[in-house]
């Protein structure tokens, strides 16, 4: 009788220590074995990935690929940033579960898996597509977790679109739904010290010109400056030096698609032309206007030895003319075909009137002497 009870009891321990292990083993998370993938149908296709979609609240991004170049699609195929691409793309087939979690949509908002379309969520939904865009894979990406063990591996949480559980996942997937973010916001950086002239022409013929006699100067001149007048303000002036100083881009639309005559309807009259010469020779005609509500310039290079030349004749020491052609070509290649969203306070540099950077002189009468 006591045996036959103790064989019962051995089997029940036995039983329980299985169960046991089995449940631990499915739901704690998997650092003892092999961790299976998230998208495990996406290491097959990764070459056909040929569009990409992320959806959040309020904002949205779409990328394409033509002959293995990467465009974002709302900025008319402006050249997306390659590695980030290749990140997203990567970072998607190499996520691992780490373990389930909450399959209660009440419960979503704390994991950020709740979707895009609810207001102010940071929920984004990632889409890779092949080349007839059928859907290979696609993932509501919710908030980032950092591991608190040893090993210190990134994870974040995540779930189908179509499914009601979602995971914790091991990897990074540093994607965003803000254009500006896949571009390379850095257009060029032409620094004041070495503009040498600028002129201004308003479509209504206002036009001037401010310039440097020579290198070091700090303050620039008005060619023909009015009779009785003065320039008003040496930073508003000096203002000017810097149109083309860290510029840097909002967006980009092609000039082929984007024509100035239709995108500015009542603005057509708005359109000013600047044209800036650097002590080394280059020349930059810029052409902004205004549409929408936004600011946008296109840029056009040009290499002048003339100006060279008569530099090198005062006794000034200038770059090799080869390397300025060749930085003259390549800010070409990155810059022509595009309109450029430029920051607003860079067109109001621009927008200046010849009649807001001059004043009538300011005479200053000698004091009286004091009578004795």
Partial sequence: MIKNKLTILSFITIAVIVTASIFANLRAPQSEKEKISFFPELSKKIESVNYISIKGYGDSINLSRKNDVWGIDEFDFYPALPDKVKSAVLGAADLKINAPKTALPRLYHRLGVEGPNVPDTDSLLLTLSDSDKNIIIEV???????????????????????????????????????????????LFDIPIEVVKLVNVTHADGDEFELYKSEKGQERFEMKNLPIGKELASELIVNRFGTILQDLQISGARSQKDFMVSNAMGSDANETTKIKIETFEGIVVNVTA???????FASFEFLYNEQIVATENQKGDENANNADIQTYVDKLNYDTAGWWFEIPEFKYDIIKRRSNTITRDIQNILPLKEKTQ
């Fill in 289 to 295: 206007f205004k549409h929408e509500g936004l600011h």
């Fill in 140 to 186: 509501v990406v919710g908030k980032p977790r950092l591991s608190s063990s040893a090993e210190n591996i990134s994870g974040l949480y995540v779930r189908r679109p179509k499914d009601e559980k979602s995971y914790l996942v091991d990897g990074v997937l540093d994607i965003s739904a803000t254009k500006t973010d896949w571009i390379n916001r850095n």
